[in-house]
Nanobody
Framework: QVQLVESGGGLVQAGGSLRLSCAAS????????MGWFRQAPGKEREFVAA????????YYADSVKGRFTISRDNAKNTVYLQMNSLKPEDTAVYYC???????????????WGQGTQVTVSS
């Protein structure tokens, strides 16, 4: 397993932007697909975006397509989530995850971060 630590969350007004980062430990980071999930109060955790080990393939939930961009820097063992045009309904705890791409996109990755809070005010 890989250890994951998220950062970059905070409070932002609707229409604003944030960039989340997820730093991974371990020499095998570049072997893993990475993903972002989120959980709003009273709701189940949901898939947001994923990226293949090479960065060549990306996947997005319909609710964030065109607004969020996932990317990775394997030299820095870091994955990013650029969030633009934020909406109040994007408010949630955002989690980073790692595993094979099939497990990430189906919501069953083996490694999770502890999460970072994103709050979007109207």
């Amino acid at each position: 397993q890989v250890q994951l630590v998220e950062s970059g969350g905070g409070l932002v007004q609707a229409g604003g932007s944030l960039r989340l980062s997820c730093a991974a430990s371990g020499r095998t980071f570049s072997s893993y697909a990475m993903g972002w999930f989120r959980q709003a109060p009273g709701k189940e955790r949901e898939f947001v975006a994923a990226i293949s080990w090479s960065g060549g393939n990306t996947y997005y939930a319909d609710s964030v397509k065109g607004r969020f961009t996932i990317s990775r820097d394997n030299a820095k063992n870091t994955v990013y989530l650029q969030m633009n045009s934020l909406k109040p309904e994007d408010t949630a705890v955002y989690y980073c995850a790692a595993d094979f791409v099939g497990r990430v996109v189906t919501g069953t990755p083996g490694s999770w971060g502890q999460g970072t809070q994103v709050t979007v005010s109207s």
